[in-house]
């Protein structure tokens, strides 16, 4: 299943998408997508739902119909740092031996396809494409063999960074991960079931037509199964928690001499299988 929230920012409806490519409301099913609506049990519920009983929602999503990011209510939105070899070589910054863990502030996340804004002050701002691993039964101290088994599913995330925010300002790195619409999320929430390998999925972005990100999720330095039981020793997981899970090389930092987004620039980047996102860049 395609998982999706629709309509206007802050009065999102929760909905999926058809095999016509269209949207079906959800919202007499469940109250967001989101929270427990993502526990195994709720999207058993979902799967067995004859999709064409659902109400038809008008407008073609991502033309004229908005998305909005495609996880509701989400309480933690945990990023994992130098997660691909080359991006961490890129970076001038040794591979670490343990996950590098930081957070995006929730305020951050916004629809796949809305404006980035260039903070105030911002010097460096940069892009990160990534696979987003969202929870759906929670837990703590949860075994590696076990992990998978608490993934929702999957999505497009752009870990949009203010570098000059993120190094040069005293720590931590939150500082330049977590301003407001740094955490576009979707187009859709892709169930696991419909992700057989997330660990072979190619994954890009481009700035103006050219692209400089392109890699693959089997380079990851810690796969997803470790990274679910890191974090679940320091923190309970639960559900609608996003966990971005790193960035392949070729973000603008690494370019020689690097390049930084200036307003008014077009951003597309994808996952295999999870959709595209679309975001155009503002000074705000
Ligand atoms: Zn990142």
Known sequence: MKLLRYGFPGQEQPGLLDPNGLVRNLSEVIADVGGEALLPSSLDLLRNLDVTTLPLVSGVPQKDLRLGPCV?????????????????????????????????????????????????????????????????????????????????????????????????????????????????????????????????????????????????????????????????????LQSGDVISTGTPAGVGMGQKPPVFLKSGQVLRLSVDGLGLQTQRTVQG
Request: charged share 20%; aromatic share 10%.
């Open 72 to 236: 509701g209510l989400v309480g933690k939105f945990i990023c994992i740092g130098l997660n691909y070899a080359d991006h961490a070589t890129e970076s001038g910054i040794p591979l670490p031996s343990e996950p590098v863990v930081f957070n995006k502030w929730t305020s951050a996340i916004m629809g796949p396809d809305d404006v980035i804004e260039i903070p105030p002050g911002a010097l460096k701002t940069d892009w990160e494409v990534e696979l987003g691993v969202v929870i759906g039964q929670g837990g703590r101290n949860i075994a590696e063999s076990d992990a998978m088994a608490h993934v929702a599913g999957y999505c497009v995330i752009n870990d949009v960074s203010e570098r000059d925010f993120q190094l040069n300002r005293g720590g931590t790195w939150d500082k330049g991960k977590g301003c407001d619409t740094f955490g576009p999320l979707g187009p859709w929430l892709v169930t696991a079931d419909e992700v057989p390998d997330p660990q072979n999925l190619q994954l890009w972005l481009e700035v103006d037509g050219k692209r400089y990100q392109s890699g693959n999720t089997s380079t990851m330095v810690f796969k997803i199964p470790f990274l679910i039981s890191y974090l679940s020793q320091f923190m309970s």
